[in-house]
């Protein structure tokens, strides 16, 4: 199963410049958007700016699409981000994308890419 199955949208926030996620989204071969936080309003905002302002904690937020916020996971394991994500999105019952749809969002990584 892929996050593309799921008709939702993904994407990552960081406290780097726009510059330095484009370098980064470059180098990693990453599909999904990179919102930059430079200054950390966003971050603040959701409760994730660690100490200092130096850092983001690695938080993933699900909100639907009526904006209704359903779950936060705040222990984000890396190694196995995709496929706890996907689990949760079925646990809350997202809804999923029709097959059409899901072929033109299979550039979404899957379990085992994020």
Known sequence: MQLAEFDVDVFYVSL???E????????MGASLPVVSDPDGETAKRFG???????YSK???????????LRAI???????TAGADMIRKLEELNFPRRSSRETDKASDMPSDSET
């Open 73 to 79: 996971d705040k222990q984000v394991e890396p190694a």
């Open 58 to 68: 690695r938080w993933t937020f699900y909100i639907d699409s009526e904006g209704i």
């Open 16 to 18: 780097d410049s726009p």
């Open 20 to 27: 330095k996620n484009a370098e980064f989204a470059a180098s």
């Open 48 to 54: 994730v700016l660690g100490f200092g302002g130096l």
